[in-house]
Structure formats: structure tokens, C-alpha cells
């Protein structure tokens, strides 16, 4: 496959369109960001642990049903992808209190959740990505109720997988986002990443930290947390 224009950079990736219209190839950076862009930094070799770690709980999912965006994994740092439209949701699932949740409502971090709780964000940094409800995406267009519906269905049931999978290996899943998308078609398929960026990961033990909140909250060992993370996962480091 051949490695065509830059599409787009973000944050914390590089898209590139392919020779294949269907394709894009995503390029993981160590890049990092918090606080909608206001904190900025790097994280060494955190680009090359988020694409073998997405690749790994997608094909993970896959396997149980649910549909992704992964085609194949290229090297250390770049996947090929399907070529989605996003759906500008930032679909946050959560098992235990922490961030914005124990900020927003007033409590304590590590509150256990009797059954999960979803909630969206309107993907746009300009409005600093404002929480809304399905009646607002519907209003604002972002998707149809069927679409919610399935966005929602999939959340739950990855949350299900994500959750035993990290158990296994003595970590607890607190919270994390996804992020969907519509192939030509218009099926729903889970896009972007999943990794100690996007999640919420605490030693089952320990409770120590070992994701973004390290450097959100400049807790050090950064580098550290998301290696540790990749290695109980895989039995060694990428
Ligand atoms: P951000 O845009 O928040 O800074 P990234 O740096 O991770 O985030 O950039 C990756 C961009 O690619 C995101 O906007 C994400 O929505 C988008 N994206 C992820 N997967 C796909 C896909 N399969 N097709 C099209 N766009 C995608
Ligand atoms: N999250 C994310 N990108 C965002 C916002 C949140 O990946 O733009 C993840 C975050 O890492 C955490 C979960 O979603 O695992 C819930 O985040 P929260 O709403 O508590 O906000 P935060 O405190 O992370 O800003």
C-alpha cells in the first residue's frame, strides 16, 4: 500500500490518504496534549505503544464481534486503516469515578459504579468538545437515532471486553472514550484508538496510576506507566 498525502495531523496522530481510496494509514506520534491542547508535551515511545496496543484490543474485539476500522498493522508507528466519516462524538464510558465525572457532580475519585454510564461529547476543540445528549446530536445532525442506538449497543458491549481482557492481566479499567465511524455504506464501525491515552487504567492492587494521568497531573514515570501497560498485555515491550 502505498503512503499518499497528509490528510490531516492531529494531536497525537498523522493521516494519510493511500493509493486505495477505502485506506488511509494513521501515523502514531509521541505527541502529547491535556486540557483541550493548553498542556503540551512528549512522551517517549508512546506512539509506537498506542498503534500496537489499538491494533491489539481491535483485533481482540473483532474476534468478538465488534467492528473496527483496523486492516493491518504496517510497522512499529503506522496502521492502515478503513477510511471512515467520523461521527464528531466522543463516546466516554465509565466504571468507577474519576476526571470530569468526580469533578462535574461534586465526588470523590474510585466511586464503583453499580452498572456502567455512557455519556458523549460534541467532538470540536473550538467549543472545547461540550458534553451533550442524543437529543442534541440529533438536533445538530452529528447521527440518527439508529446510530446512537448501535453506537451505544457497541460501547457496552466493548466495555465488556475491554474490562475482562485488562483484568486478566491485574489492571482495572476505570473510564476511557471511543470514537465511531461510518464506512461508505454507512455501517458503524469503531475508529481511532484505544490506549493509555484514551483510557483510564489503575493497577488492580496498587491502584496506581498507569495512563494519561500520569502526565496530565505530573505524576512521572510516564514512559514507565504506558510500557508497563504493554507489557503485561503482550509479555513484553514493542
Ligand atoms: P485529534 O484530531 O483529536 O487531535 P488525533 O491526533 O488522534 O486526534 O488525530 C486522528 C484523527 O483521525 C482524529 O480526528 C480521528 O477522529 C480521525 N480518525 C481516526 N480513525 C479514522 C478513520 N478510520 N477514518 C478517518 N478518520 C479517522
Ligand atoms: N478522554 C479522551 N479524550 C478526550 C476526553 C477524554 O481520550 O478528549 C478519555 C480520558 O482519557 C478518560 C475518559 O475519556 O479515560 C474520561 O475522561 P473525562 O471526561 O474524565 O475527562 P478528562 O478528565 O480526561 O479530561
Not at 470523590?108 to 458534553?131: A, H, Q, R
Not at 475491554?162 to 455501517?187: H, N, P, S, W
Request: proline fraction near 3%; charge should be negative; include cysteine.
Amino acid at each position: 500500500m502505498k503512503k499518499l498525502e497528509q490528510l490531516y495531523e492531529g494531536k497525537a496522530k498523522k493521516v494519510f490518504q493511500t493509493d486505495d481510496p477505502a485506506c488511509l494509514i494513521v501515523e502514531y506520534k509521541d505527541d502529547a496534549t491535556a486540557f483541550n491542547g493548553q498542556k503540551k508535551g512528549t512522551i517517549l515511545g508512546k506512539g509506537a505503544i498506542n498503534n500496537r496496543m489499538t491494533n491489539l484490543l481491535m483485533q481482540m474485539l473483532e474476534h468478538r464481534g465488534v467492528p473496527t476500522h483496523f486492516v493491518q498493522e504496517l510497522n512499529e508507528r503506522e496502521t492502515v486503516v478503513k477510511k471512515v466519516t467520523i461521527v464528531p462524538l466522543e463516546v466516554i464510558v465509565r466504571n468507577i469515578s474519576a476526571g470530569h465525572f468526580a469533578q462535574n457532580y461534586g465526588v470523590e475519585e474510585g466511586i464503583v459504579f453499580e452498572e456502567p454510564t455512557i455519556e458523549f461529547s460534541y467532538k470540536n476543540d473550538d467549543l472545547g468538545d461540550p458534553l451533550i445528549n442524543s437529543y442534541h446530536a440529533k438536533a445538530l445532525k452529528l447521527a440518527t437515532q439508529a446510530e446512537i442506538d448501535t453506537i451505544v449497543r457497541l460501547a457496552f458491549q466493548i466495555n465488556e471486553a475491554l474490562k475482562e481482557f485488562f483484568l486478566a492481566v491485574g489492571i482495572t479499567l476505570v473510564d476511557f472514550k471511543l470514537e465511531f465511524g461510518r464506512l461508505e455504506d454507512g455501517t458503524i464501525v469503531l475508529a481511532d484508538e484505544i490506549s493509555p491515552d484514551t483510557c483510564r487504567l489503575w493497577d488492580k492492587e496498587t491502584g496506581e496510576k498507569l495512563d494519561k494521568d500520569r502526565f496530565r497531573r505530573d505524576l512521572g514515570n510516564v514512559e514507565g506507566a504506558y510500557q508497563e501497560v504493554m507489557k503485561r498485555l503482550t509479555g513484553s515491550q514493542p
